[in-house]
């Protein structure tokens, strides 16, 4: 049996559900969490049903805002304390930012985005897809430990049956240290809903939307469905949607459980981005767009008559 440190982000009043995907793949293993400043009780629930044995709450100066020296100076003195033989944590964009340092600080190996793994005694087997998702490599890691892995989101799926762990929750102080680029100020983007990448369901708008108005029946639709609204490069570089939007090679990768694209040609760099999701249905009104060739479902057809309906029969559906 390996001992797994998790590292978990938290959110308004849990925690992020990549890390409960984590846990529950880890079960049998022995799991401690590990977060910065302090968990919400919804979060500390969640994590215990999941399967953490203990919760550490990591405190101290200079660690109430995201600094990426800060928390991997504090995070590798408390990793170092614990005698860990992994380290996990989801692929979202400040662990992206944060693990390689802290790897690196370890002097440790790191598998990055993976999409599955198992855990044979302590060894660890991961798969990761590479070339924009056109074949997946198999990883292990060599080298001292504790290794480090990151998770991508929706990935690995929640687990239908957890098995609990103790959910002792400790606090620990981290210190950290020097900071020579400081992070001054996080203004948060406009949008309140679930960020893209953990997203469950999207809507993505293409170049086809026209401008950035027409993205109104793009979130009347995803209001409804509680998805979260996406782009396509090119509608993005005509000004149509933000860069936090855009889905692909150059924007974010997303594995939903429903991905609808809506006038999207499905560029390869596109599809990079989005090939890993369960289920693809897409809009278009040229029958031999590429997407067609991806998609589980498809709509031939004017995505300015298709979305509406499509929103108003959910919106019946649903009650
Ligand atoms: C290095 C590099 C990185 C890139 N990274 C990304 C990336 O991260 N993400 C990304 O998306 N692209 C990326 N691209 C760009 C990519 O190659 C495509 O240019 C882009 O994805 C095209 O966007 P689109 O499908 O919205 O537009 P188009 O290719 O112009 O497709 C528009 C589609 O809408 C359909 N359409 C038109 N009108 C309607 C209508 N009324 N109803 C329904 N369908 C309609 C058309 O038939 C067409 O298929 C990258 C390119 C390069 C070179």
Do not use: W
């Not at 504790?146 to 098995?163: D, I, K, Q, Y």
């Not at 929750?169 to 996080?186: D, H, T, W």
């Not at 979130?219 to 860069?243: C, F, K, Q, W």
């Not at 897409?282 to 004017?302: E, L, R, S």
């Amino acid at each position: 049996m390996a001992k797994v440190l998790v590292f978990t982000e938290t959110t308004a009043n849990s925690v992020k559900s990549v890390t409960l995907e984590i846990l529950g793949k880890l079960s049998g293993q022995s799991i401690d969490v590990v977060a910065i400043g302090d968990v919400p009780e919804e979060g500390i629930k969640a994590l215990a049903a999941h399967g953490a044995e203990n919760i550490h709450k990591l405190k101290g100066d200079n660690l109430d805002k995201y600094s990426p020296e800060g928390y991997a100076n504090a995070l590798k003195g408390f990793i170092s304390s614990g005698n860990y033989d992994y380290v996990f944590a989801g692929s979202t964009a400040l662990a992206k930012d944060l693990f390689p340092r802290l790897s690196g600080l370890l002097d440790s190996g790191m598998a990055s985005e993976v999409t599955n793994f198992i855990m044979e005694g302590d060894n660890f087997n991961g798969t990761r897809p590479l070339f924009a998702g056109k074949c997946l490599a198999k990883v292990t890691i060599q080298g001292p430990k504790p290794h480090f892995v990151t998770v991508r989101p929706n990935a690995l799926g929640m687990p239908e049956s957890p098995s609990s762990g103790a959910g002792n929750v400790q606090e620990a102080s981290g210190s950290a240290g020097e900071i020579r680029a400081a992070i001054k100020e996080i203004i948060k983007s406009a949008s309140e809903k679930v960020d893209l990448t953990e997203a469950n369901i999207i809507v993505s708008g293409g170049r086809a939307m026209k401008n950035a108005e027409n993205f109104k029946i793009l979130n009347e639709l995803a209001e409804v469905i509680g998805a979260t609204v996406g782009a396509s490069r090119a509608a993005v570089d005509s000004g149509y949607a933000p860069h936090s939007m855009q889905v692909g090679q150059t924007g974010k990768t997303v594995a939903p459980s429903l991905y609808i694209a809506c006038g999207i040609s499905g560029a390869i760099q596109h599809l990079a981005g989005m090939r890993t999701s369960k289920c693809i249905v897409a809009i278009n009104t040229d029958p031999d767009a590429p997407i067609f060739t991806k998609a589980d479902y498809g709509i031939v057809g004017d995505l300015f008559q298709i979305v509406p309906i499509l929103t108003e029969e959910f919106k019946s559906f649903l009650g």
